[in-house]
Each structure stands twice: as C-alpha cells, then as structure tokens.
C-alpha cells in the first residue's frame, strides 16, 4: 500500500510516524513543500531571539531520523494538484500516484489588507523561510526598531524576542487587549510585562497604511502620529492553505478549513485531512471549530496516520488549551470563556482570584490570577485562565484544568482531586482548587465561604 | 447546635470553618493541646532550615483570623477523656458539652525501640514544640553534625534542611533505598541528590543503640562502625493519634486509625473523626488504608466539619498524591506502584522514561524520569513518578496523572488529553504524554511506536 502525506510539518511527520508504527510494510512518501521537514514552528520566536543558536535545533527530528523509520520525504516538492479519480498528486516534476493520501497543508499567515504591506522590511512569520527573512533583516541592517501588527502570542512572543536583541518595539492591536483570546484581565496582565519591559503597546488601534519612512517605515494608525519603524512584523493569525484539497472537491466548514470526521476523514475518497488546515472537533462545544494549535496537529496526524492504514481512532476534541511565555511572564488557558460559553448555551460565571503558588512562608512564592469559568446551572467546569510568574507551574496547573475539563468535572469537585503538596511547590488546596471554591460559593452554589489562605 | 472539635491542626481547623460555611449558627469549640492552632507541620523544615525566620509566619492562619469566623479556640486545653453517653469532653479543668463532635487528634511521631533514643540531643519532629526543642539545640549547642535516622520525605527535608545550616549530616535508611515509598529508581535520584550536596547516605542499614559519644552522641548501626553527631533526629513516620476516642469505644482499623465511613462518620454517635488520626478512603483500592497527609486532613476535616452540622459529604479518596523537594530536585507520585497493585489484584506493568520538561532547543531543559504503572489486562492507569529539576513543573505533571486517576483514564487515553504547550514549558506531547505512550507500547497495548523526542 502506498500512502502519501501532503506537508511535513507536525500533523505530516505524526501522520507518518504513526502509520508506520502500525504498519511495517505501507510504503510512506512525504512530500515537503520547503527544505525544512518537521520544524517547529512554535521555535521561530527563540531562534529570533538568539536563544536558540542554531535553527537547526528547530527540527523536531533530522531528516536522517525521519528516513529511518522508512519515510521516504520528498523535499522541495509542492503539491500543485489533487485528482482524486486517479488517485495521484501532482507535483512540478512527476505525478505520484496513492492507495491512502493524507492532506496536511498547513496555514498560511493572513495578510491583512493593509496598504504599503508589500513593502521592503515588512515581514509575516509562518514558515522557516519567514524565519530567515527576518533574521537576514536583523543582521545586515541591523534595526533598532521594530513594530509588531498583532498582539496575539505570536505578537507577544516576538515582542520579547526583539526586545531581547535590543530593539525598540512597538505592538498595535486592533482589540482592546494584547492576547484577545484571554480575557481582558489576563491580557492586562501581559500588556504590563511587555511594559515593564519597555515594549510600547498600544490597544484600540488599527494599523491604516505603511509607507517609507525618516528610517524605515512609518506605520500610520487609527491612533493619529504615524510610529516609525525599521522593521514590521505582521501577526495577524492564519488562514487554512486549502487550495490543493478544496480544488479536488474537499468540502470545507468553519473559517475555510477543511471539513473532516473525528476520525479525520474528508468527503474525499481515500483522502484524510490533518493540522492547521482542517477543522478541529471541540470537546465542550460537540461541534467543528478553527482552532489551529501544534498540539492538535499532533494529535490529529497521529489520528490521521493511523486510520489513513485501516485504524478507526477518533479525536477526542479540543479544548483549546494553551500557554505562552512573555518575559517572566506565563500565560495559559483552556475550555471556554464567558461569550463562547454563552453562544453555547451555558450560564457562565466567572470568578478571578489571586492566589500564591505556593506557601507564602516559603521563599519564593508568586501571586497567580486564576480564572474559572463555570457553568451556573449544572455547577459544571467550562474553562480557566491562569496568569503569573514563569516558575510558578502556570502551565502544567492548566493542565489539572483541562484534565478535569476532559472529564466534565464540576467546579465544586475540584475539590476533590487528590493533588500534590509541599509548602515550596503548592498549599494543601492547590491554588486550582482554592479558585474552584472561590467560583463555588459565588455561584450561590455553596453557602459563603471562608477563603483558604496559602 | 454545639459543636466541638478536639484537635486544632488541618483537620480541625477546615472542620470548624467548614461548619461556619454551612451553619452560620452553631457554636463551634476547638479545643488546642498546645499553643500553635492551624501551623503548618510540613513547614517545620523550612523553619529549621532558616528559610522561614519567623516561626509565626507557619500558621495557616492567626487565631485572631479563626476567631473573626466564630469559631472559639481554647489553646493548652488536652482533651482527656470522651465520656459519649453524656455527651462531655473532659479537660483538666472542666467537662465540654457537645451535640456534635469531630476528632482530630492527628499522629504522634512512631519512637522505634532503639536504646538511647531517650538521650538529650535526640529528637523527633512533629510539633512546634519539637521544632523548637531542635532549634533550640541548634543556636545554643551550635552543632556541627546531625544524624538522620530515616529517609522518607522528611527525612529527606531535614538532611537539605540541616545542610543549609550548614551542618554534616548523615542519613541512615533501613530500607534499601531512601524514599522507600517511591520505587528504587526514584529513591536513587534523591540519594545522588542528597549525596551531591554533601550528604552522607547510608541505606540497608538500620540503628541500633545510641550513646554518648566524644562529642555528643554515638550512633550504632548494623552497618558497623558508630556514626558520631552532635544531634540525632529520629523521623521513621507517625502513628495515630486515637486514645481519646479509642478509649470511649471509637472502633479502630488499619494501622490502628479510627475507622470512619466515607462521611467520616465514627461507630461512636455524633462523633465524626478527621485527619492524621483517622483512616483513609482509598479511590483505586476502594477500601481504607492509613496515608495520613495534609491535602487529605483539610479533605476530611471539610467533610467531617459540613456533615457533622447535618451535610452528607463523602471522601472521594485518596490516590496517595505526594510531593517533595530534596535540594535541586522534585519527586512526587501518585497511585499505586507494583506491588501494591498486585496485591489488589491488578497486573501491573510499570515503565520508565526519561523525557526533557520542556524543548531542548529552548534553553535550561532539565530531563524528567517518568514513570507510568498501568493495568497490562485493561489499560488502565495505576500509578505515576516524577523526579525532576525543581523548575520542571514536576509536583503539577503529577497533578495531572492524579486528576487523570480520579476519573479510571486509561494510559492510551492520556494521549488524548488537551495539554498546554510551549517550548519553554513542554513539548508537543507533554511528558506526561510521552512516558504515557512508552508504557503503551511497552505493553503490547499497541504496536511498537516511535517515541517522541523533545
């Protein structure tokens, strides 16, 4: 059996791997658009940054490991058509026929219909291609400053990368908060590390037009003086890269990604769809979202992989989960907020507190913002948010929320999970548990009650 | 409605407030044996270490802050005697009428029968009035070496603790590794780490007599020659506290713990019993077991307090979830290991991975021992150790495999989970993931599978 694998980024690469774990003898092609097989593209920022050194560290594996789990990778070799009848692909050299093919397309950054955006020095970040345009940018003209469009976390990311290399930065959003995925207050909580950090945010604003500058570019927004820049880096999102399949016939769905099954299926015959071009199932919501995240295009190519050979593993849906680190700031979310949360009928309530994330008589402790999202009708867990210090396990205490998430606990038996304890790492109700029963008894879903102090 | 509670420590003082929640009525006694309502027993290291230079800072809470819910301390006060047919609690100086009653009389320290273990400059670490003995040993006798007799987690914190101080420690462990209640492989870990920071181990060893030596005390052992120190520590784990509620009738269970139900209810009526004193519900055993910790105290002491003002809330049980810090590193755990799965009938397999906490090619990774112990006959998952860099989020990952337990998850099934990723945090599959699937494959509950590097 042939399969062949259209992308070799996560879900490609996981499609791959995971078919081979299943099946010694499918033949496996992997047709890689670029020269960089398996990248992580979440690296780009600390390569830009000069944390990491060598951008060769960004593969998750060489090309050398790939090859040796018997994937034969096809690089440099767009695919630049799909005919489904004959069961080929396309490509600029040859026609490469399939038993099982796997669409794993990626995204492609949104460019904005900004006016001036083809503009030397202006620059999107997706690809590693993207990665050296910025980093030849950085080098040969050395700028001193830079203007980011998007206060996303890739926005937010980039920030502290440029600020790292000594950059002046200047970061428009167009919502009235950096990371508008999080709820406002959390995104104040961000907006001040990039300040204390001398990042210049500026909220409420629309970037209108870029044009040439004194030195550089002169980006005039909604906010009046236009900000002069020598380097502008737009961050604006993605977009599903559907062409190769929706020319074939692929139905798509929710922002244009391609629409498939739990079990990665597309209506396509023999065709499986996977990553940050397709659709992914919501666990709380029960219904298709866009939601493009590296860890879901791992989960969904391992899923595609394997049923691409004769499995049957469905996804069990995301909650998109999520964390980010700016400066000494962490980041992190997952489940629903208050809008999406009503949007699916639910009686959201939000609860903020702050707590240490540890004993506060132990060295060391920091002040966490925990928000939980519960549902006031069934007392049911619908999300949190948690915003503090970097080494205050910010990340994985998202992920006791998303565990209980998983399984539709309530907010109240929070409480009753059996989590770990020891005055220099947490208190004996872990801060998740102690803003479960903060949002208990505000919900009217308790009596008062009596705060547990760290 | 009178509610008294014996025992002002975690399980009493979440009891009494608990009642408070539910009952702004009832009239709720706490009587203290010492002077120290609500301090923190797992801080006692890190008071005696000198991190923690204020003892008061300890207290979970001021009394003045107890006393602002309603709630009347009566500090020195012993209880005595539990006269049940009158309803009376006896004290030296009166008898206390009740309605309801609550038992939190905690553990004392286990004195194993080593000769001289009465000795001046032996002592046990249990109460403030324990860690003052020592401290006060410490600045007036300036000792320069300690002798641990013990390596569970405590002893463990006292070894770091003391060598912060600056002593010569020594640490003698009759069981064939330190922290017998993790796996050996783990126990390693915190040996090399102790061992690193200057720490004298010795394991397979148990103590013998201890006398008075050239300079201070001489401690025999089997392993031959007496060990000299200036301070001996003996911390070889506690038993229950239960005299006063044995005495009056109160039926007892495993390692001699008050029995209760899953409502922490007492054979005796009106009696409720919470804490170090009482047994522990078992989640994955479903039966009771002695696993006295402070998570578990504030667990029952809630419960025991909101049932005994008319509440019917159960335990949802203990899954044994611990953690400690040993200098540099963190270990925790959670579930069953082997041979304690075997006993309850399951087949267990454990696996052992060795994973980065976050990518390697962002810089300070630290690699994290895994290991998962899961069901070969059903899949499902038993039981997790983590021992890690301090920094790698250890005590939250085992958080998520105990909220993955709560709810029966399978190993595979981890794999499903929605975890937050960023290269600074984690990996695409979060380490708990990865060693997840290591143990799947491992299993035979899937076909060979590629691990997934960092």
């Not at 058509?81 to 990626?106: F, I, K």
């Amino acid at each position: 059996m042939r399969l062949v694998i259209v992308g070799g980024s996560d879900a490609g690469i996981s499609a791959g791997l995971r078919a081979r774990e299943v099946d010694q003898d499918v033949r496996i092609t992997v047709l890689v658009a670029d020269d960089y097989p398996n990248f992580s593209i979440c690296g780009l920022p600390y390569f830009l940054s000069g944390e990491v050194a060598d951008w060769r560290s960004l593969a998750h594996r060489t090309r050398q490991e790939i090859a040796a789990h018997g994937i034969h990778l096809r690089l440099n070799t767009p695919a630049r058509r799909l005919d489904v009848a004959r069961r080929v692909v396309v490509t600029d050299h040859d026609e490469l026929a399939y038993d099982r093919l796997v669409v794993a397309t990626g995204a492609e950054p949104s460019r904005p219909p900004i006016a001036g955006i083809e503009l030397r020095g202006v620059h999107v970040l997706r690809s590693m291609a993207d990665a050296f345009a910025v980093q030849t940018l950085l080098l040969e003209r050395e700028p001193r400053s830079a203007l980011i469009v998007g206060a996303g976390y890739i926005g937010c990311e980039m920030a502290d990368a440029f600020r790292l290399r000594g950059l002046k930065v200047t970061v428009v959003e167009q919502a009235g908060t950096v990371l508008p995925g999080f709820d406002a207050e959390i995104g104040r909580l961000a907006q001040s590390e990039l300040e204390r950090h001398g990042v210049h945010v500026v909220v409420d604003t629309a970037v209108r037009t870029i044009g040439r500058g004194r030195r550089g570019l002169s980006v005039e927004t909604s906010a009046g003086t236009p900000v002069q820049a020598e380097l502008v880096l737009v961050v604006v999102g993605v977009r599903p890269n559907t062409a190769l399949a929706a020319d074939a016939g692929a139905a798509t769905g929710e922002r244009g990604a391609l629409r498939v099954s739990r079990e990665l299926g597309t209506n396509l015959p023999n065709v499986w769809a996977a990553g940050d071009c397709v659709e992914t199932w919501h666990r709380q919501l029960e219904r298709p979202t866009y939601l493009p995240l590296g860890t879901t295009a791992h989960k969904q190519g391992r899923a595609a992989g394997e049923n691409a050979v004769g499995g049957h593993r469905q996804v069990a849906g995301t909650l998109g989960t999520q964390v980010l680190k700016v400066f000494e700031l962490a980041v992190a979310g997952t489940g629903l907020r208050d809008h999406g949360a009503r949007e699916a009928g639910f009686d959201p309530l939000t609860m903020q507190a702050l707590i240490p994330d540890h004993k506060r008589y132990y060295p060391g402790a920091h002040a966490l913002t925990v928000r939980v999202t519960g549902d006031r009708r069934t007392g049911r867990l619908l999300g949190a948010q948690i915003g503090g210090h970097r080494q205050g396990e910010v990340a994985k205490r998202i992920d006791t929320y998303a565990t209980a998430l998983h399984h539709g606990l309530s907010v109240d038996a929070m409480s009753d999970l059996d989590l770990s304890y020891t005055p220099p790492f947490a208190a004996p109700w872990d801060p998740v548990q102690a803003a479960a029963q903060v949002w208990t008894a505000s919900a009217g879903r308790d009596r008062p009650r009596i705060m547990e102090p760290a």
